[in-house]
């Protein structure tokens, strides 16, 4: 190698991971360190100068850098960094192993030839996905969705491994163009074609999701202005019937009746006047779940005592404020029904760049604490519920904040702290 051809390797390799890196940000949040992020570009990079023939164990020694890069470059939960690097080496390396095993496709026989062939096809992909995610929204899985994904990742990467494993330098030549014939027709395409539509079916699974939130939300919105229109239907009727009142009660005032007249003052004290939705905050989206869940705190006869400061704009989305105050209020009505405490305490205001939720409430029986820091469902179908708290959490750790529970002398109390800096990074 001249020294010509080192100084195009190292700027291949410092350069090259450019595009498959800002490809992985669009499923990934960035990392809250500064200089994490050069993690994934370095080691990405690499893959594109680095030969990927049939057999080479490369692939094998290169998997746990890439999900080790994935880990330490990019923010979001755990399973979405193992799932996307998954995803990511699948794709590369299927894509290296055709390209450079074998002059498969025009000029791809030299060294610099299968380069160019690997870099178009990583500017092929980054510009598929900037096309289907042109939106700008994140991509927001829930933890099982990430363990399918998962799961329907393992069939393509083992098979992409299999041929490190396969070392067909061992066996003669003519079996070694039959492996590779069936692997270049089947297997490696199959690979390639499998990790782009899992990239595909992460981002339709997450706009499926995110539409299903903002179904809630409209489903919210609609029972929030069904209550204001009964409070005006109510108004309209107080003073349309205010006219007989007030002469029903001039009238026994005049008759001397002042007993009778106070009596039915307080019958009408007692009548029961507007009960739709109330303003808790400015926030338009959090009034109108927190009106929602009012109204089902009340019928579950519980009492809310909510004192929520929220400017009207957040940058935070709706579906996540929805689901965020939803599930902590749905959380606290299901464990309060059955306390001694009817009390639900809501408290959120947002503070020197700061969103701050607590939600405190009663409940009976015990609670245990799992490993990771969360409370299992007391309902009876233990599969099906018993992921609010997860799902808060994963919200919570997209927009780089936390959100702790704990549960004692009787109390659950859930903290929730997102940043709500305008310039952070999507």
């Known amino acids: 190698m001249t020294a010509w051809d080192f100084f195009a390797w190292l700027a291949t390799v410092l350069l090259g991971g450019v595009l498959p890196a800002r490809t992985a940000l669009r499923f990934l949040a960035a990392p809250k360190g500064r200089v994490r992020w050069i993690a994934p570009y370095l080691v990405l990079g690499a893959a594109l100068g680095m030969p990927t023939w049939m057999g080479d164990g490369n692939p094998l020694y290169y998997f746990p850098f890439l999900i080790a890069a994935f880990l330490i470059g ?16 699948e794709w590369i390396i299927a894509w290296s192993m055709i390209v450079d095993t074998r002059a498969v496709l025009p ?10 062939w690997k870099f178009a096809m990583w500017a092929a992909v980054w510009l598929l996905v900037r096309r289907v995610l042109r939106d700008g929204r994140r991509i927001a899985l829930s933890g099982r969705l990430w363990a399918l994904l998962g799961l329907l990742a393992l069939s393509p990467l083992l098979s992409e491994l299999a041929f490190s494993l396969w070392n067909v330098r061992a066996y003669t030549e003519e079996i070694v163009d039959g492996v590779l014939d069936a692997a270049f027709y089947t297997l490696l395409p199959f690979v390639f074609v499998s990790s782009i539509a899992l990239l595909l079916a992460v981002v ?30 109510q108004v309209r009727r107080l003073r349309h019937d205010m006219r007989n009142h007030l002469t029903a009660l001039s009238g026994l005032l005049e008759q001397g009746e002042a007993g009778r007249a106070a009596e039915y003052v307080r019958s009408l004290q007692a009548a029961s006047g507007p009960s739709g939705a109330g303003r808790f905050t400015e926030n338009d989206t959090v009034n109108i779940v927190l009106s929602a869940k009012a109204r089902d705190i009340r019928e579950a006869g519980l009492e809310a005592d909510i004192r929520v400061s929220l400017p009207e704009k957040l940058p935070v989305a709706d579906p996540d404020l929805c689901a965020l105050f939803g599930n902590a209020l749905d959380n606290a009505v299901e464990a309060a029904k ?3 405490d009817k009390r639900i305490t809501v408290r959120a205001r947002a503070d020197k760049g700061l969103l ?10 015990k609670r245990t604490e799992k490993p990771d820091g ?15 708290l997860r799902g808060m959490r994963e919200i919570a750790a997209r927009y780089g904040g936390t959100l702790e529970a704990a549960a004692r002398d009787g109390k659950f109390e859930l903290v929730a702290c997102l940043p709500l800096a305008e310039n952070r990074t999507e």
């Open 74 to 89: 990019y923010g979001g939960s755990l399973a979405a960094r193992l799932v996307m690097g998954m995803i990511f080496f």
């Open 107 to 116: 000029g791809s026989a030299g060294y610099w030839g299968a380069l160019a």
């Open 204 to 233: 339709l699974l997450s706009q499926h999701q995110a539409l299903e939130q903002e179904h809630q939300l409209a489903d919210m919105r609609e029972l929030y202005y069904q209550g204001i229109r009964r409070e005006q239907e």
């Open 338 to 340: 059955d306390a001694a």
């Open 356 to 365: 701050m939720l607590r939600v405190v409430n009663a409940y009976a029986g």
């Open 374 to 388: 969360l409370f299992g469902t007391t309902k009876a179908d233990q599969r099906a519920h018993g992921f609010g």
